[in-house]
């Protein structure tokens, strides 16, 4: 690889984006940034503070008081608020409803995209690739993405692979509850105004519900060879 290469992944909850994502970025040995982490963190951020998450300006004076970080550590990426390692925390339930609901509004994800785009920028200019992986990424942080991917996946497949994360994380949840937030979360990152979850034109689409994890991982390794980045 002669130079560095930033690849945009997008796609619903469950579709694999993270697990695609790791595994180019350890190929890659590229940056690896989990968005919806920072959102998760400013929604962790809010239910400490006991700021009410359906107020944009009161969730925007709150995200521009706090330090968010991805640092990549023995364990993997961690993520840090204001210097603290939160990321056991960001996965509990009411966490990802405070993320979703924070997300929908337009000033914070243009300061969300603003620090995305910072840290692609930096990594860059460092020499390292960046995989980075969320809802927008394609269309608003790194539009000028070598490779741009969209995972989909059927919702039920989607449903099963988020129960069985929650069950590793000692969470108990059923899977009609689960089914029931996929679709909200769907109709919520569709329907936002703020950067809706969308298939850009030049994107790959890769439909995973019935692949392996390494059969994902090598279709999007056949697609950087196509196009001659590796």
Same mark, same amino acid.
């Given at each position: 690889?002669?130079?560095?290469?930033?690849?945009?992944?997008?796609?619903?909850?469950?579709?694999?984006?993270?697990?695609?994502?790791?595994?180019?970025?350890k190929r890659l040995d590229a940056l690896y940034v989990y968005t919806g982490a920072m959102?998760?963190?400013?929604?962790?951020?809010?239910?400490?503070?006991?700021?009410?998450?359906?107020?944009? $300006?009161?969730?925007?004076?709150?995200?521009? +008081?706090?330090?968010?970080?991805?640092?990549?550590?023995?364990?993997?990426?961690?993520?840090?608020?204001?210097?603290?390692?939160? $990321?056991?925390?960001?996965?509990?339930?009411?966490?990802?409803?405070?993320?979703?609901?924070?997300?929908?509004?337009?000033?914070?994800?243009?300061?969300?995209? $603003?620090?995305?785009?910072? =840290?692609?920028?930096?990594?860059?200019?460092?020499?390292?690739?960046?995989?980075?992986?969320?809802?927008?990424?394609?269309?608003?942080?790194?539009?000028?993405?070598?490779?741009?991917?969209?995972?989909?996946?059927?919702?039920?497949?989607?449903? +099963?692979?988020?129960?069985?994360?929650?069950?590793?994380?000692?969470?108990? =949840?059923?899977?009609?509850?689960?089914?029931?937030?996929?679709?909200?979360?769907?109709?919520?990152?569709?329907?936002? $105004?703020?950067?809706?979850?969308?298939?850009?034109?030049?994107?790959?689409?890769?439909?995973?519900?019935?692949?392996?994890?390494?059969?994902?991982?090598?279709?999007?390794?056949?697609?950087?060879?196509?196009?001659?980045?590796?």
């Open positions: 690889m002669n130079k560095p290469i930033k690849i945009a992944i997008d796609g619903p909850v469950g579709s694999g984006k993270g697990t695609l994502a790791i595994a180019l970025a959102y998760r963190e400013l929604g962790l951020a809010c239910l400490r503070k006991e700021i009410n998450v359906k107020d944009e $300006s009161k969730v925007l004076q709150v995200l521009n +008081k706090i330090s968010i970080e991805l640092r990549k550590t023995s364990e993997g990426i961690r993520a840090f608020l204001n210097g603290e390692d939160v $990321s056991d925390e960001l996965f509990q339930p009411r966490v990802s409803k405070a993320a979703s609901s924070i997300a929908i509004f337009p000033k914070v994800r243009k300061e969300m995209v $603003s620090r995305q785009k910072k =840290m692609v920028r930096s990594s860059v200019q460092t020499g390292k690739s960046v995989v980075m992986e969320g809802r927008d990424i394609a269309a608003d942080v790194m539009p000028n993405a070598e490779l741009k991917i969209y995972l989909t996946a059927d919702i039920k497949a989607r449903a +099963k692979r988020r129960l069985i994360q929650f069950e590793k994380r000692g969470i108990k =949840m059923q899977f009609a509850d689960v089914l029931k937030d996929l679709e909200e979360r769907d109709r919520r990152d569709t329907q936002r $105004s703020a950067s809706p979850l969308r298939i850009v034109k030049d994107a790959v689409v890769i439909d995973t519900t019935n692949d392996t994890i390494d059969e994902t991982v090598n279709k999007a390794i056949n697609k950087l060879k196509e196009k001659n980045l590796i």
